[in-house]
């Protein structure tokens, strides 16, 4: 369900006569609904245990899906494309091993995000399901297709 170019190490290349190779991937269909998950926790050989990402990574209410991450088939689905934040769960924590798990979900009837944290529930504005907050992470993204007006 997505696209991502990747580069063979330098070990797969000495298999194949040091010539540069390119992985693609790319996307022929796409859904109603896009969840994406986003890679929070590596496990760390070194250490033996699981550690969090903590890189802040920006998204967007709104996304459309480029020609390049779509295959030849795919990209006659120019209309399909366009897709709208619903829901984002978040998890709470530089570990792990520890933390917790928040979400906010867009509420079409009010018109704002809920944000549902263990027995709080709040409203919020657009800024504050983007916003960076130490120790809060995007861990699941859902996008619902935005139909194309006709």
């Known amino acids: 369900w997505y696209q991502r170019r990747v580069r063979v190490t330098h070990k797969e290349q000495i298999y194949l006569n040091d010539v540069k190779c390119y992985r693609r991937e790319t996307l022929e269909s796409l859904p109603p ?3 994406l998950h986003l890679k929070r926790f590596i496990f760390d050989d070194a250490a033996k245990s699981c550690q969090k990402l903590l ?3 920006d998204f967007n209410i709104d996304m459309t899906i480029s020609d390049d991450m779509m295959s030849a088939i795919g990209t006659t689905l120019t209309a399909e494309r366009r897709y709208h934040l619903f829901g984002v769960v978040y998890h709470h924590g530089s570990h792990a091993t520890g933390g917790h798990y928040s979400a906010m979900v867009y509420h079409p009837y009010i018109q704002c995000w809920v944000n549902a944290d263990d027995d709080k529930v709040t409203h919020q504005d657009d ?11 995007a861990y699941l993204l859902f996008y619902k297709r935005v139909p194309y007006p006709a």
């Open 127 to 137: 800024n504050a399901v983007l916003k960076h907050i130490p120790g809060r992470s």
């Open 55 to 57: 890189k802040e990574i």
């Open 33 to 35: 609904v896009l969840i």
